[in-house]
């Protein structure tokens, strides 16, 4: 693509499968015909030429199953065979936090290891269920694994599952109560993060 306001996320073989256009977040659509409300990216600059009126890694909204606006608003119709184009979906944002099995997850930037629930953003054939969470555990060599839908182990990443496309939630810690009296006998319950501010008091058994 040379539309210089993408970003690039997963390319594999020569094909851009995520990328990043104004702050959203777009994935190629795999194993499913286009529907109105995917997006037609044209992908070389003479396609746009042969087109005319579209820019070269811009995203059109497909307002039918054929039509989508060019830019200057007037609609065009899809062909399959006469220009260089895919069609891709936005991708919503990650959730910062779940609750998997009732408890509850945070989203961090790292790696998945040993008790971690990952959420994969694509389909991987009928193995893997994209935004479906899996549990995390340890494979040989420690390397981070999975079950998948039919009960095999795999690998987190592999088979076209990256850091990028992979989310990694960790579990949330509860935070410890305790109950602190002051020096005038007033009792406080707060966190164990706040008790920088309780380091001269006296613990009160609950």
């Known amino acids: 693509m040379g539309y210089k306001a993408y970003k690039v996320i997963d390319a594999k073989d020569g094909i851009i499968e995520r990328f990043e256009y104004e702050s959203a977040t777009f994935k190629i659509v795999e194993r499913r015909e286009p529907k109105a409300g995917d997006y037609l990216v044209i992908m070389d600059e003479e396609s746009a030429r042969k087109l005319g009126g ?4 811009k995203p059109y909204t497909i ?5 989508f606006a060019d830019d ?3 609609l065009r119709y899809r062909s399959k065979g006469s220009y260089n184009h895919a069609i891709y979906e936005k991708v919503d944002p990650p959730k910062t936090t779940i609750t998997h099995e009732g408890r509850a997850y945070k989203l961090v930037d790292r790696r998945a290891k040993d008790g971690d629930i990952i959420i994969c953003d694509n389909d991987t054939d009928n193995h893997v269920t994209a935004g479906f969470p899996y549990r995390v555990t340890n494979g040989e060599d420690s390397e981070p694994a999975f079950i998948d839908n039919h009960g ?3 690998y987190v990443y592999r088979r076209n599952r990256t850091e990028s496309n992979v989310k990694v939630y960790e579990p949330v810690v509860p935070k410890k109560r305790l109950i602190y009296r002051d020096s ?3 009792t406080h319950t707060v ?4 008790l920088i501010a309780y380091s001269s008091v006296e613990e009160v058994p609950e």
Do not use: F, H, N, S
């Open 184 to 186: 005038e006998g007033i």
């Open 191 to 194: 966190l164990d993060a706040e």
């Open 152 to 154: 095999a182990r795999l």
């Open 72 to 74: 200057d608003g007037d």
């Open 54 to 57: 579209v820019t070269v890694g």
């Open 63 to 67: 307002e039918d199953v054929y039509v």
